[in-house]
T-cell receptor, first 118, second 113 residues
Framework: GAVVSQHPSRVICKSGTSVKIECRSL??????MFWYRQFPKKSLMLMAT?????????EQGVEKDKFLINHASLTLSTLTVTSAHPEDSSFYIC??????????????FGSGTRLTVV | AQSVTQPDIHITVSEGASLELRCNYS??????LFWYVQSPGQGLQLLLK??????LVQGIKGFEAEFKRSQSSFNLRKPSVHWSDAAEYFC???????????FGTGTRLLVSP
């Protein structure tokens, strides 16, 4: 089955530093990658959608300069939280979609990254 | 406004009892429908999905869901709950264009002995 590997699973960083989170599709080509943020005991909030080789499309209210998304290949997408602050602490999850016509494959989620900014 | 509603924030069920988690959506056309489960600190696992055809969908771990167009609902059911089913359950929809997923607020399932 389709697998998305997300790393790191947990990261603690100092305020003002940047953190990079990686998502790799291991056995399929992810033409579209979605990045979500989940607050404690809350639902998933879509941050941005990225298509391979194109600039990411950010949801309203998401700072594109703070949350840099790169989708340079069909198997790798990265989310970089720049100049992190404690309010950026959250659970971040990526999701990959295979193709546009293969709807039966749906979306595959990574295991998430717990970011704590101190 | 287009939305996904899970009216129950949390539900407690005795082990062995049946379960039904509710999900309603408000979209003009029937979207693609999904149920996911999330264990604490983990990503999401797909339980089942509905695109078209038979409105009763079978999923993994003994779960099933029924799509009811007249009620704009896609409720998740399980005839006999196990303690390992305790988790957060999310209903999600993808509008007809099959772009981004929109999630409900989730229902936390607690299983009592």
């Amino acid at each position: 089955g389709a697998v998305v590997s997300q790393h790191p699973s947990r990261v603690i960083c100092k305020s003002g530093t940047s953190v990079k989170i990686e998502c790799r599709s291991l056995d399929f080509q992810a033409t579209t990658m979605f990045w979500y943020r989940q607050f404690p005991k809350k639902s998933l909030m879509l941050m941005a959608t990225s298509n391979e080789g194109s600039k990411a499309t950010y949801e309203q209210g998401v700072e594109k300069d703070k949350f840099l998304i790169n989708h340079a290949s069909l198997t790798l997408s990265t989310l970089t939280v720049t100049s992190a602050h404690p309010e950026d602490s959250s659970f971040y999850i990526c999701s990959a979609r295979r193709g546009t016509g293969e709807i039966n494959y749906g979306y595959t989620f990574g295991s998430g990254t717990r970011l704590t900014v101190v | 406004a287009q939305s996904v509603t899970q009216p129950d924030i949390h539900i407690t069920v005795s082990e062995g009892a049946s379960l039904e988690l509710r999900c309603n959506y408000s979209y003009g056309a029937t979207p693609y429908l999904f149920w996911y489960v999330q264990s604490p600190g983990q990503g999401l696992q797909l339980l089942l999905k509905y695109f078209s055809g038979d409105t009763l969908v079978q999923g993994i771990k003994g779960f099933e869901a029924e799509f009811k167009r007249s009620q704009s609902s896609f409720n998740l059911r399980k005839p006999s709950v196990h303690w390992s089913d305790a988790a957060e359950y999310f209903c999600a929809v993808a509008p007809f264009s099959f772009q981004k997923l929109v999630f409900g607020t989730g229902t936390r399932l607690l299983v009592s002995p």
